[in-house]
């Protein structure tokens, strides 16, 4: 059993920046995935970032370029570095925990076994 620990959301203004910080319970860094996944107001949950205990990297394409997603096996911690923040960005972001993945389904959140609590990141114009 995996815990997750979401930290780091508020309030910015666009353009702006905010790192997130999700602390897993258990040893990750060899053998799970952890991606980030948000969900705004009356949508549906989607994909950020993800990263291979490999530390190969998935974005989406609305953030490529942006967020930067990594990883300190050592304290079992993933980070998720968000630069150049748009109103678009405003959400829950949650944080994930995936054992037995491929390339497709590492950016699928019903792959995912293990989920934090979320945090909440708010992008004003």
Request: include cysteine.
């Amino acid at each position: 059993q995996v815990q997750l620990v979401e930290s780091g959301g508020g309030l910015v203004q666009a353009g702006g920046s905010l790192r997130l910080s999700c602390a897993a319970s258990a040893r990750t860094g060899s053998t799970y995935a952890m991606g980030w996944f948000r969900q705004a107001p009356g949508k549906e949950r989607e994909f950020v970032a993800a990263i291979e205990w490999t530390s190969a990297t998935f974005y989406a394409d609305s953030v490529r370029g942006r967020f930067t997603i990594s990883r300190d096996s050592a304290k079992n911690t993933a980070y998720l570095q968000m630069n150049s923040l748009k109103p678009e960005d405003t959400a829950i972001y949650y944080c994930a925990a995936v054992r037995e993945y491929s390339d497709v389904t590492i950016r699928m959140s019903q792959a995912y076994h293990y989920w934090g609590q979320g945090t909440q990141v708010a992008v004003s114009s």
